[in-house]
């Protein structure tokens, strides 16, 4: 069965501080992994993940993916109190299992001012 | 462009009444999915469906639950006799047709259902 594991669980920085979060996962058929934000109503799309090795970036958010390892972080620079947040991974596998979404458990991130 | 629509964004029934929650796709969208967040816990998979077909369903529980995604209308979740079990937030997200190999899904603002 497809699996996600997040860590940390929750996380507490204060703002201009730079975070990692992790995303570790097993799966048979990989197709792509995702992250999502969420804040108090719907997971918010931030990257999509296909290849190793290959940096996505917007902003201050980055992410990378390694194949081999099976894992992806999600680095935040320079924090601010609106990058609190539920921080959501997401495996897409393949075969039947190709439109759905496994989720990691989340990791709960609080910028201090 | 509006984003996936759903309503009504809270539901309060008792136990043993229906519910039944609707999702609006993005425009140009044909991929509805169906996603439950209970209480403390994270998003797990129920549905996945086209118009007019459902293509994967291994996360519906067997009883009391259905889903639908007609040709014309938004995609409706339905749950009969509802349990204090079923509260929880639901969430439609939706994909573009012909996305390929990959599968970027845009989530809806959820409907919090809670069951007296």
């Known amino acids: 069965e497809d699996k996600v594991v997040q860590s940390p669980l929750s996380l507490v920085v204060h703002e201009g501080d730079t975070v990692t979060l992790n995303c570790s996962y097993e799966v048979t058929n990989f197709r792509s992994l995702l992250w999502y934000k969420q804040e108090k109503k719907a997971p918010t799309f931030l990257f999509m993940l296909?290849?190793?090795?290959i940096e996505k970036k917007s902003g201050r958010l980055s992410s990378i993916l390694d194949k081999k390892e099976l894992f992806s972080i999600l680095n935040i620079t320079a924090t601010q109190t609106g990058d609190s947040a539920v921080y959501l991974c997401a495996l897409n596998a393949g075969g039947t299992s190709y439109g759905k979404l496994t989720f990691g458990q989340g990791t709960i991130l609080t910028v201090h001012p | 462009n509006a984003g996936v629509m759903q309503n009504p964004r809270h539901l309060v029934r008792r136990r043993g009444q229906e519910a039944r929650l609707r999702c609006s796709p993005m425009k140009g969208h044909s991929h509805v999915y169906w996603y439950r967040q209970l209480p403390e816990e994270g998003l797990k998979f129920m549905v996945y469906?086209?118009?007019?077909?459902?293509?994967?369903e291994s996360g519906m529980p067997k009883e009391r639950f259905s889903a639908e995604f007609p040709k014309e209308g938004p995609s409706i979740l339905r749950i009969q006799q509802v349990v204090r079990g079923d509260s929880a937030a639901y969430f439609c997200?939706?994909?573009?047709?012909?996305?390929?190999?990959?599968?970027?899904?845009?989530f809806g603002p959820g409907t919090r259902l809670t069951v007296l």
């Open positions: 469906l086209q118009k007019e077909n459902i293509i994967d």
């Open positions: 296909t290849s190793s090795g």
């Open positions: 997200a939706s994909s573009p047709r012909g996305t390929g190999s990959y599968n970027e899904q845009f």
